[in-house]
């Protein structure tokens, strides 16, 4: 199992470009979620899913689009980056248990810096 | 905003010694999770805790819960170099199976 693949580990955007970041998970789990971390701040939540065709946001999602048309994939878009993207994006997933839910599986993180 | 707030912020010991570090959470939960994350890496599921249940162990780590406080404790037995990472709480509350995490705690550990 590769878990939950992440691409491109970096990137440099000029302020303005759009991008998108993949995220692929072969676990068939149902939920899948977008991070952000910087520092000092611990990780914050940007946007969500429950299953294919389900999404919503979370604590920081300006900015950011999402979409989950298949279980697998869950690409993050940057619509027009800002500076303020400037950050490591963290994608993990996770299937639902009894009592609340299992760990997640995180991704090795994408370091984007926006200039 | 975050649920869990770790404390210390900043943790330094010797190899061979224990380590704790504390959660602190604002409101009722369903569950709590410890991650670690070594140094420009993703983070790595350690233990879960459910509400019902005051402590659980697993290898050198021991996590308790008291939920009458709002607290968990993370303790690492025999610390190794190998532990040095950052170490993160992260709860679930109501019927969302997405956890809010806390800032850390980072540990280092001197040969």
């Known amino acids: 199992n590769a878990g939950v693949t992440q691409t491109p580990k970096f990137q440099v955007l000029k302020t303005g470009q759009s991008m998108t970041l993949q995220c692929a998970q072969d676990?068939?789990?149902?939920?899948m979620s977008w991070y952000r971390q910087d520092p000092g701040m611990g990780l914050r939540l940007i946007h969500y899913?429950?299953?294919?065709?389900?999404?919503d946001q979370g604590e920081v999602p300006n900015g950011y689009n999402v979409s989950r048309s298949t279980t697998e994939d869950f690409p993050l878009r940057l619509l027009s980056a800002a500076p303020s993207q400037t950050s490591v994006y963290f994608c993990?997933?996770?299937?639902?248990?009894?009592?609340?839910?299992?760990?997640?599986?995180f991704g090795s993180g994408t370091r984007l810096t926006v200039v | 905003s975050q649920q869990g707030e770790e404390d210390p912020q900043a943790l330094s010991i010797q190899e061979g010694e224990n380590a704790t570090m504390n959660c602190s959470y604002k409101?009722?939960?369903?569950?709590l999770q410890w991650y670690r994350q070594n140094s420009g890496r993703g983070l790595v599921h350690l233990i879960l805790?459910?509400?019902?249940?005051r402590e659980k162990h697993s290898g050198r780590l021991r996590v308790t819960l008291d939920t009458s406080k709002k607290s968990s404790s993370l303790l690492i037995t025999a610390s190794r170099a190998a532990d040095t990472a950052s170490y993160f709480c992260?709860?679930?509350?109501?019927?969302?199976?997405?956890?809010?995490f806390g800032r850390g705690t980072s540990l280092i550990v001197h040969p």
């Open positions: 899913s429950v299953g294919a065709g389900i999404t």
């Open positions: 409101t009722s939960i369903n569950n």
């Open positions: 805790i459910r509400s019902n249940e």
């Open positions: 992260a709860t679930l509350s109501g019927g969302s199976y997405i956890p809010t």
């Open positions: 993990a997933s996770s299937t639902p248990g009894q009592g609340g839910g299992y760990g997640y599986t």
């Open positions: 676990m068939n789990h149902e939920y």
